[in-house]
């Protein structure tokens, strides 16, 4: 090694002790925090501020291992002028969430370039650890939460690693110290965070962007919505049936009960305030069930084919319409739970007449009229509403009807393109088509969207209902048996109600077979695999109603349940075990930590003790030697115990420091007694 | 801001607290344990910081109902908990041990060494020792588990006699700096303060006390100190002090003291015979001075004070008696 490439590395450490206020590793470790703070928002931010920050922390890190100068003021004020400028021309804002986060960003990596004192080094790791909270506005899932426990420990291990003065272990026990307080400290947390009083949200006006976009059912039906729907997979709600599950055929989650169709549109009836003149005839046992509702921008609340009863949601109410509709009074724009019971048969308005029949009946003038035709054509085959359904529904199994997720597109006359020319469609075209076929026929007709079928997972038993499984069916009106379902899809495609959208699509458009297997990923094929599937899933499940959904009233209602275990005596029997065992366990811990002679001497005096010989309270070991020469012991023996007594009387009363191996002759010597 | 809050606080309500809170009372005979009771915890300016942060994550996750906040926001709360019982780990149970006080003379900045034994089986790190009257600690140390460090503290010292060892303050902030545990400890250690040597004081009062044989006479001028060790040369002659301070290895040489007129004289320093209209501190100054320069000089010396009589001697020993004598002169003898 030449003299230059020796000379050139001390001389660079003497600069680095002179401007580092910590020493390199130290730095470098809080840098390798931040950055693990840093990674997981590069996802969502504008390009520019991931790579000025990498940038930024890249600069730092050159500039610790090299020990050169670090920018002064004059350069860094301008440059965080320019960032904040920037944030502004990226957002059009200042405040807000997304902007906000940007800003604290960049804060935090030009803080790092602007270190001096221990002070700012607290500054740093303190950001970084809000920094942590603000990356769960974009995910909350349980790879988030191991990220954030890897940050914890990183964190807490480069703050701890400047308080050193003297002598500074390597960084693995650094880290094992880090640990050790996250590992203390998760306990206590994890009672907290289901003990600690909750307060529901928001505590003021939200920024505008705090709810990301959410797709989901909207309040109209026009072609193309739902298909559009079913390529989602977020969830939607998922449901815990306290009675057995329905079968699948029978899940059909009433949503919104649209009447008024404009030719290609279906929208909800103009509310006018009604008579509450709704007769529901429940017949069987009811189904009850807990219904999870994910977040959403709407007010309406799903419940299986028909609910008896209206749900009760804490600080919203709910109201119910003619149609049996379900939707509350505010957004619910946090998860929501309530219970329901639902009867699977009912029967709905069965009186003889129908009220507002003509609204029911309703069709828009000049639309669709080789439809209409063929309505009255029906209606003229025979007097029977139903024999007509049966009609309309024969006409779609007979025909070349198929079921697609990616139907061509329709024109102003929808349901006549549909229905004549396309033969292609989804959900909404069959519901669609068959109402207005029906009511062209002179039967009451409406669509009702929601769900149908939702994924049952066999591990934690709960159904999962997600925007794929969005679903339009028709309800056709009957003197005497009133609203009844009809499902026009399931004339075309009875998979889909039977088992899924999946394999309905897979059957029904090979030429969609690509994405046919993509949502078919979980098959029976691979019953291995959709085991795993179902287990992540309840994984997730889990972690969906245990820590991002643990509401005050789910806390309230496990408060509740905690109590009622803890009253019942077995229960507190097994915490009382587990209460001893530990106390006995750290007994026996002390007592392996007493001095090793001083136990071989114990030791030694309980076994003289069983040979009828004990030990005086107030025999010291030399006059206890004395007084056992005295007795009646075996040669062997009581040299034996006179050299034991004679070394621990050494031990103990002499100032030199213990002999090594002092412990195991004692022992050898006991065995010999 | 502390001193600030102190002058609103009556000296009497203070002092109170002082004995009763802090346990500031006397000296703690011979080595303390900072037993629970002894050991003060409070948050640091980060640790105000700290709960700054917690209370703007819990509001943040409330505000955005972030399960996982929460999450976050208790484990940092009771990580700042786990830290309030490491950093008093990290200080109680230690014990606390007097080390060693060199006499000095008045003037001079006594160096008191305090010994911090760590019995347990945990390692200290950054223990900051210094007197209480320090402000801000100067030293900093690490105790590894089952063993002891030493910090050697100074304290100026004025006047003669025992200088006690202020009272020490021990701070720590470890593991998370996010809060201060404390201590204090009055040491049971005493720095003997010799008088100041007078400077250019009058030289030695080589008196014509008749020394033991009878030989000797009046004069300054018998004792002609020390020349090199010649074959028969009277082994009570030798000068064994210098020759003990030079190895002969290292060059040095047997020497003898060398007297002329053939006997000794001896010296004899008596505090009493000294002119009592002179001021006391400047008699023992004097006395200081004379015993310095007689030790330098290798004469033995006789040495009176009060009711002090030591024979003529010389070495250290006799030095560290007689200036111990002329520092407690008038005071009490155990400190």
Known sequence: MSGASVRAPRASLVRLAAQLPRDKADTLLLLGAALMVLAPHAGHLPLWVSSLCALTLLWRTVATVRGTRMPSAFLLLPLSMAAMAGVFMSYRTLFGRDAGVAMLVLLVAFKMLEMHAKRDLFVVVFLSFFLVLTNFFYSQSILTALMMVASIIALLTAQLSFQFTGSVPPLGRRLWMGARVFLLAAPLALVLFFLFPRI?????????DAQGGRTGLSNSMAPGNMSNLAQSDEPVFQVRFLDPVPPKPQLYWRGLVMGDFDGRTWTQLRRRRLPDNVSLTARGEPIRYELTLEPSSNSWLFALDMPDRLPVLSGNSVGVSSELEMG?????????????????????????????????????????????????????????????????LGMFTKLPFSYTLQPPLLGRDSVDEFLFKTRAGFCEHFASAFVVLMRAADVPARVVIGYQGGELNPIDGFLMVRQSEA?????????????????????VAPERVQRGLSSALAQNAPAFAGLGGLLDFGGERNALLEQLRFRIGAINNGWNQWVLNYTPDRQSGFLDSLKLSLMHWRNLAILAAIGAALLLWRAIRQRRETDPVDALYSALCRRMSQLGMARAADEGPNAYAARLAQGTLAQDKLAAIERFLTLYSAHKYSARPPASGLASTLKSLLNNI | MAASLKRFIPAAVRAKADTWLFQKRGVDPGETLLTQRRVFILPSGAGMGFAALILILLIGSINYSLGLGFALTFTMGTCAMVDIYMTYKNMAHLHLRPGRAQPVFAGEVAQFELHLVNRTKLDRYALWVDFMEAGEARHVVDVAAGATSAVVLSAPSTERGWLAAPRIRLSTRFPLGLLRAWSYWQPDLNALVYPFPEENGPPLPISGVESADGHGHAGHDDFAGIRSYQPGDPMRHMAWRQIARLDPADGGQLVTKHFEGGAVDELVLDFNAMPSIMNLELRLSRMTRWVLDAEQRALPYAFRIGATDFEASIGEAHQAACLRALALHGLKEAP
Request: proline fraction near 7%.
């Open chain 1, 328 to 392: 509350a009074t505010l957004p619910l724009s946090k998860r929501v739970r309530y219970e329901l019971s639902s009867h699977v048969d009912y029967s709905l308005d069965d009186g003889d007449q129908l009220n507002e029949r003509a609204r029911w009946l309703a069709l828009p003038q000049g639309f669709n009229p080789r439809t209409l035709e063929t309505g009255a054509q029906i209606a003229q085959m025979s007097a029977d509403p139903a024999a007509r359904a049966n009609a309309v």
């Open chain 1, 200 to 208: 529901q949200g928001p505590l003021w006006g939200m920024p505008s």
């Open chain 1, 471 to 491: 679903h339009a069916w028709a309800e056709i009106w009957i003197a005497g048996r009133g609203w009844l379902r009809v499902d026009p899809t399931a004339a």
